[in-house]
């Protein structure tokens, strides 16, 4: 079985461009969310989605993140325009709801550079 | 709100044993979590114990849950060098959301 798989695996930009990553989750987990991981801290979630529905945005910083889960699978981060301060690694998760224990499972990040 | 905290550091010699704390404020946690991370990788689930459980054992990996203490551990016996990366503990409440604490950074020695 794949895991979650993340794309681009780095990217160095320049501040105020835009910038995208990619997710794929493992097939049939409905539940996917996206973590923002700082440098030295533990992940931290920025939103949750059921299905195509994001059920927890409550942490995303939506004057310049948004985020999208077109037919309930694949989903897409962005930020636009990035700051220095975005710098970080963020990282997909996929669950099967209502599941628990082994269903959690993260990708291997997205390594975000703002310079 | 939850949170998790975590000793930052510990260092062990090869061949011991090791054990990583970690306390939780959330009383509503189902699920409790151990993950790896290597430098430059993403998180490794090492191991998980359901919130009504006490212990769980999976080969070198034993996890303890005082719930009345919101008290987990994690030892690793015979400790390999291969071991050294960064440990995170999580909490998983009703909504399913992870919250971490900061990691423990394991350091193993030959």
């Known amino acids: 079985e794949a895991g979650v798989v993340q794309s681009p695996r780095y990217k160095i930009i320049e501040k105020k461009q835009p910038v995208a990553f990619w997710c794929n989750p493992i097939s049939g987990h409905n539940t996917l969310y996206w973590y923002r991981q700082n440098l030295g801290q533990g992940p931290e979630l920025l939103i949750r989605?059921?299905?195509?529905?994001?059920?927890?945005d409550s942490q995303l910083p939506k004057d310049r993140f948004s985020a999208e889960r077109l037919k309930g699978v694949d989903s897409t981060l962005k930020i636009q325009p990035a700051e220095l301060g975005d710098s970080a690694v963020y990282l997909c998760?996929?669950?099967?709801?209502?599941?628990?224990?082994?269903?959690?499972?993260f990708g291997s990040g997205t390594r975000l550079t703002v310079v | 709100g939850e949170d998790v905290e975590q000793s930052l550091f510990l260092s062990v010699r090869e061949g011991d044993s090791s054990v990583i704390n970690c306390t939780y404020t959330?009383?509503?946690?189902?699920?409790l979590y151990w993950y790896k991370q290597e430098p430059g990788a993403g998180l490794q689930l090492l191991t998980y114990?359901?919130?009504?459980?006490d212990m769980k054992q999976d080969q070198r990996l034993t996890v303890l849950l005082n719930k009345k203490d919101k008290h987990l551990s994690l030892r690793i016996a015979d400790t390999q060098t291969g071991d050294s990366a960064i440990y995170f503990c999580?909490?998983?409440?009703?909504?399913?959301?992870?919250?971490f604490g900061k990691g423990t950074m394991l350091l193993v020695s030959p």
């Open positions: 959330d009383s509503s946690s189902t699920y």
């Open positions: 989605y059921e299905n195509e529905e994001a059920v927890d």
């Open positions: 114990i359901f919130s009504n459980m």
């Open positions: 999580a909490e998983r409440s009703g909504y399913s959301t992870l919250t």
């Open positions: 998760a996929s669950s099967s709801s209502p599941g628990g224990g082994r269903s959690y499972t």
